[in-house]
């Protein structure tokens, strides 16, 4: 019964050329087996030829396809430890209790959770969202400040130059994040809108 949607599933996982369209209209069927597979629920052998990060990278973009189609089961779903791919995928679902989930994030002891969480939160319209990235303003690791400075200077300008311009006054600051700040400063600067990657 699921060999069909097992067969799409697997065809994600390979990065064939339309294999995620052919997972969009397996529906909420599709979705709820990408579930049952990734967490464990379900045992079966997918014939991917996919190994190692590329694996791993289908996997995430399956999950993702199936958390777009199901966000509530989704959100159900969620082990009670998260994942730097579900937070990615949370950002995408603007829901209290995906927006929680996050704000927790933002504080976990790994700085991966944090600037993860913090990217996914400024995608999110809710109070507590932008709360969360406030308090992320003051972390001790750059990368999840740079983040977060990042997050304010979408949608304050003003406030960003002023945030990125104390940061390029931080002690310890890597030559790369220095580089990146530059270059958003320089759109802030000229009134422009500010591109989501310099690379």
């Known amino acids: 019964?699921?060999?069909g949607v097992d067969g799409v599933i697997a065809r994600v996982l390979d990065w064939e050329p339309g294999a995620e369209k052919a997972l969009i209209a397996a529906g909420r069927k599709g979705a709820r087996r990408v579930f049952d597979l990734y967490y464990g629920r379900a045992k079966t052998r997918l014939v991917a030829?996919?190994?190692?990060?590329?694996?791993?990278?289908?996997?995430?973009?399956?999950?993702?396809?199936?958390?777009?189609?199901?966000?509530?089961e989704f959100l159900a779903r969620l082990p009670?430890?998260?994942?730097?791919?579900?937070?990615?995928?949370?950002g995408d679902i603007d829901d209290s209790r995906a927006t929680d989930i996050l704000r927790e994030q933002a504080e976990h002891e790994d700085f991966l959770h944090r600037v993860n969480a913090v990217r996914a939160l400024a995608k999110h319209t809710a109070p507590e969202s932008r709360e969360a990235v406030e308090k992320v303003l003051a972390d001790q690791d750059l990368v999840?400040?740079?983040?977060?400075?990042?997050?304010?200077?979408?949608?304050?300008?003003g406030r960003g130059i002023a945030l990125y311009e104390a940061f390029l006054r931080e002690s310890g600051l890597t030559p790369?994040?220095?580089?990146?700040?530059?270059?958003?400063?320089?759109y802030l600067r000229e009134g422009r809108q500010i591109p989501r990657s310099p690379w």
Do not use: F, N, Y
């Open 176 to 186: 790369l994040l220095g580089q990146e700040a530059r270059w958003v400063l320089s």
């Open 144 to 157: 999840v400040r740079s983040a977060a400075i990042r997050c304010v200077a979408d949608r304050d300008p």
């Open 49 to 72: 030829k996919a190994t190692g990060r590329e694996l791993v990278d289908g996997w995430s973009a399956a999950l993702h396809v199936a958390a777009t189609l199901a966000p509530e």
């Open 80 to 90: 009670g430890r998260v994942g730097t791919t579900e937070i990615v995928i949370l």
């Open 1 to 3: 019964m699921s060999d």
